[in-house]
């Protein structure tokens, strides 16, 4: 799977570059994080929920911080395990750019892998649910890190939901 | 005679024997979910079996932990491969000569395989316990494509094989490959293709899918340890088979195994074969001292119980330029997963692939078939059709109708053209088989006729000229399908499985008050054989129908058979059916010269009873008949009325068709609609024609979803990504179209009542009718073969390819 977006933050390059650096921000912004630690430079386990059509799983692994050009970019990657659920391994480049002072582009670029039981029955779920996440993820992160953010995506109309956009409600 | 005397017609009618359109007396429970299935069995005290399975297409399985498990209270055992090591049974036999880990043992080999056995108090428990076993992995990169399986640098996946240059079909090439298996005159067809006017060549491919049944493989096994018995009920289509391989590998005495088949919710191939579920359900009895059940989940099914087809046929024909074909030359690349767990007669490793000459008189033909290792579940059944015939039916029918794109050739005439003409048979064809019967071109013409083919032909036409003008954005398909399978393995000097020859066989037991019950070494899934094998006993002896009981799957009272699959039950079954009878009628007869005081020669039989000649009023019914041969039998002959036959066929039976399939495709959308689908079988004698025509329709609907939408995909990872019916094309009454059926009716000359077995007819046949459809609405615009199966996506995909949508 992979997935190339762009996100406008209303902060600094400065003040977002360290937020991503920042164990206490990434584990409040990832979404279904339930811990994060810090184990070497770096370097971190995590555990996440996550929930891909029917299945939900509790992901352990490691994630790992490389290519590191601060202020500029980084690459991102991890490996977990779901046990009976599957396996997911993968990273992003995360690539940061001033638009003006106080905004930032944040350029994104993930390339990911499932395995198990998650890409037999999520296959066709995957992308949808990668993109809800990420949306959910630069909501939060812009949140934290300077205000609410404005997505070049319209994440807010593909989380309505199945029954709201065939009902045109909400 | 008076009034009230029953009339010919009207004691005929009573018997309800062959030819009757019977009802099913099966369907009275099933219709009222009064069926026995084994889900139902529930045993005081048993224990429930669950798997953990590996999320990896390929790995090293380098430790596993079941500390954790074994807390989660009401989990009692977690079984490994290291158990199992203990009684020898870590891996089994195949039924195609390899060998297949029951537990994974080092490695995996696909996802979803076997890698441990989870034993709890009910199935919840067992649930719990399996996420809380922890394996660790080391992921080894995954074989996907068959064609890469044998190149230099390809991971090898068999360990276990390696160096071993030779396997249960032959000399091997890679430690990839399982077989080259090849048929026919090498020499003479190549001859034939180097002075061939026209020759054709085409990469033609059936995709992996999956028979599907709706009731999963499962099984409960209970070890009574102070008589050392071992009961199993399981799903099983050949349970005769079941015991012997236990015997087998478990080395328990073969008389002390009971496996019992109730009711089965469809097979269709896929339980035919022995599971690891089975293998490890017994063992833990065997621990436990517990009945364990073991059942499969819709996920498990599809990914990884037997799987059918994954076979890519390179397809050469060759033929002068009015179309008489001159040679056919099929080379297939057959993907048989992580193991080859085939289910074919031992000697075919192919299985009767080489059937792929179809219904034409091709004078000379070559076969190559290599089998190769992938990281995919093990399977290659044969799903609704005998063994591999589906493959070669498909196969041929796009190479004749490719054949005539290239000719310009109306595609029935290119076909009626080459048809093995009614005096040819027994024919023998180029690659080995004696054809029983056959009139291809009367059937051929009467669907021709009945369907307005010349006029469908004016109208598709008409269509693509408006197409064309820009008037329609629908095309329109015709799809020509003349179908001959090999049904009824089989004859002992070919067939067998594990060494066992592939007759069966039947027993009937007449009871005092003209009843009687009859016991079979087949296994009904759904085919209606507790109607149908009544029907042919009343017609042979006059018992009527209703008055007989037919009992199978149960090892202990049955006489050993091997089982229902291939469309085998009618031509081998149905033969030992009558030869019993007919041993009954022949102590019949015996007893009713006794009773009549005449010699048995001048008695003659007379629908219901004994009669003797010239003398009409002297008459003993079978209903007589049977209270004397408890009371009055001939001095010196036993009591009583019974007979068993074991049948070993002479040859296999040749059922045949011609198919007819109209289709409109909007070439915007892809949405194809089914307008018309006309079926006319030929399966000689027809037993029961409201069976006959309720199995022509399962099978059409199989068909249908085959060619349109249902496969088992993986991704180029190795995950399989069609493991659940949100995935697998499974069609309701929503999508399937309406069938219209026909027949003909060409008796097998071997066969003691002619009858040729039908059941599998229209998968065979319909698979070529729907997708030679598609590709020949698509031909106008350019294209010569689109692979299967046709879902609107595809559909799209080859309208944008061919220019058609912008």
Redesign the interface.
């Known amino acids: 799977m992979q997935m190339n977006d762009s996100q406008h933050i209303p902060a600094s390059r400065e003040q977002v570059w360290a937020a991503l650096n920042d164990p206490a921000v990434l584990k409040q912004c990832i979404p279904g994080c339930q811990s994060l630690d810090v184990t070497a430079p770096n370097e971190m386990t995590a555990t996440v929920v996550f929930k891909v059509g029917p299945v939900k799983a509790t992901f352990s692994g490691k994630v790992t911080l490389s290519d590191l050009d601060p202020p500029n970019s980084y690459r991102i990657s991890g490996e977990g395990s779901g046990g009976v659920a599957g396996f997911a391994k993968g990273g992003a480049v995360v690539r940061l750019e001033s638009e003006s002072t106080d905004v930032t582009v944040l350029h994104y670029e993930v390339d990911a892998q499932i395995g198990g039981k998650l890409a037999q029955l999520g296959a066709r779920l995957i992308d949808s649910t990668a993109k809800k996440l990420a949306g959910e993820f630069f909501a939060s992160f812009a949140t934290v890190v300077g205000g609410p953010a404005t997505s070049s995506v319209e994440v807010g109309a593909r989380e309505k939901g199945w029954l709201k956009r065939l009902t045109g409600a909400g | 005679m008076n009034d009230m005397t029953p009339t010919r017609e009207q004691r005929e009618a009573a018997l309800e024997g062959m030819g009757c359109k019977r009802k099913r007396v099966e369907d009275i429970r099933f219709t009222q979910g009064k069926g026995n299935y084994v889900d139902d069995v529930k045993l005081p005290g048993m224990l429930h079996g669950d798997f953990?399975?590996s999320?990896?297409?390929h790995a090293r399985v380098q430790k596993i932990d079941d500390s954790e498990a074994l807390k989660v209270p009401g989990v009692l055992a977690v079984i490994t491969a290291e158990t199992l090591k203990t009684v020898n049974l870590a891996w089994m036999p195949t039924l195609a000569g390899d060998v297949q880990m029951v537990l994974a043992d080092g490695k995996v080999l696909f996802?979803?395989q076997e890698v441990a056995f989870v034993v709890a108090t009910d199935r919840y428990a067992a649930d719990d316990g399996?996420?809380k076993v922890?394996v660790e992995y080391e992921p080894l990169p995954p074989l996907v494509d068959p064609f890469k399986s044998m190149d230099k640098d390809a991971p090898v996946l068999r360990e276990d094989l390696v160096g071993k240059m030779s396997g249960a079909h032959g000399p091997r090439k890679h430690d990839n490959h399982i077989f080259e298996w090849t048929v026919g005159d090498k020499e003479l067809t190549d001859a034939a293709f180097n002075k061939a006017e026209v020759t054709i060549k085409e990469m033609i491919s059936y995709h992996r899918t999956h028979p599907s049944p709706l009731e999963t493989c499962q099984c409960v096994c209970s070890f009574d340890k102070i008589k050392g018995e071992l009961t199993i009920y399981g799903t099983f289509q050949a349970p005769h088979v079941i015991r012997t391989v236990v015997a087998l590998i478990a080395k328990l005495p073969e008389q002390k195994i009971h496996v019992i088949a109730p009711d089965i919710g469809g097979g269709f191939g896929n339980k035919v074969g022995a599971y690891p579920g089975y293998i490890c359900a017994a063992v833990a009895s065997i621990v436990t001292g517990k009945p364990v059940k073991w059942v499969e989940d819709r996920?498990e099914n599809l990914?990884a119980t037997s799987f059918a087809r994954d076979y890519h046929m390179t397809t050469e024909i060759a033929a002068t330029k009015d179309g008489k074909v001159t040679g056919l030359r099929v080379h297939v690349l057959a993907d048989h997963g992580a193991f080859d767990a085939c289910a074919d007669p031992s000697k075919w490793p192919a299985g009767f692939f080489n059937i792929v000459t179809g219904s034409y008189d091709f004078p000379t033909a070559h076969l190559a078939v290599d089998g190769v290792y992938t990281n995919k579940a093990p399977g290659g059944v044969a799903y609704r059709c005998s063994f591999r015939v589906t493959e070669a039916a498909y196969c041929i029918e796009r190479g004749m109708d490719i054949l005539a794109q290239k000719l310009k050739m109306d595609p029935a005439e290119l076909r009626l053209k080459n048809f093995i003409k009614p005096e040819q048979f027994p024919y023998h064809s180029a690659l080995g088989w004696e054809y029983d019967s056959g009139d291809y071109h009367t059937a051929m013409r009467k669907m021709m006729e009945t369907t307005g083919y010349a006029a469908l032909r004016k109208e598709q036409e008409e269509k693509r000229a408006a197409f064309k003008r820009g008037e329609t954005r629908e095309i329109m398909g015709l799809g020509v399908s003349f179908f001959t399978e090999i049904v009824g393995a089989g004859p002992s000097k070919n067939c067998d499985i594990l060494g066992i020859a592939m007759f069966d066989s039947c027993e009937i037991r007449m009871h005092p008050t003209g009843a009687g019950i009859a016991r079979m070494g087949t296994k009904s899934q759904g085919q209606g054989h507790e109607t149908t094998w009544a029907q042919i006993i009343a017609t042979e002896i006059g018992i009527p129908a209703d008055n007989i009981m037919v009992e199978e799957g149960n090892t202990d009272t049955a006489p050993y058979g091997l089982g229902t699959y291939g469309s085998r039950s009618t031509p081998v079954a149905g033969a030992a059916i009558a030869m019993a009878a007919r041993k009954i009628k022949a102590k019949a007869q015996m007893i009713a010269a006794y009773k009549l005081e005449v010699h048995e020669d001048d008695l003659e039989f007379d629908i219901d009873g004994f009669r003797v000649k010239g003398l009409p009023e002297k008459f003993m019914s079978m209903k007589d008949i049977c209270w004397a041969a408890y009371n009055s039998v001939p001095p010196g002959m036993e009591p009583g009325l019974e007979a068993v036959s074991y049948y070993d066929p002479p040859n296999m039976t040749y059922p045949f068709g011609a198919y007819l399939c109209v289709m409109d495709i909007d070439v915007d959308t892809g949405v194809y609609k089914v307008r018309r689908f006309y079926a006319l079988d030929d399966c000689g004698t027809r037993i029961n024609p409201m069976i006959i025509e309720g199995q022509v329709h399962g099978g059409l609907t199989e068909a249908f979803a085959i060619a349109m939408g249902q496969e088992i995909r993986y991704?180029d990872?190795?995950?399989?990504?069609t493991?659940?019916f949100?995935?697998f094309f499974m069609p309701t009454a929503v999508e399937t179209p309406h069938w219209e059926t026909d027949f003909t009716v060409t008796p097998s000359p071997h066969h003691p009542i002619g009858a040729k077995g039908v059941g599998e007819s229209p998968n065979v046949g319909g698979v070529p009718a729907f997708s030679n459809a598609v590709n020949d609405a698509f031909s106008f615009l350019g294209s010569t073969h689109i692979q299967m199966p046709h879902d609107f996506w595809r559909n799209w995909k080859a309208a944008k390819e061919l220019g058609a949508v912008a």
């Open positions: 953990v399975r999320p990896h297409p996802q979803n399996i996420n922890i996920i990914t991704d990872v190795g995950n399989v990504v493991g659940s949100m995935d």
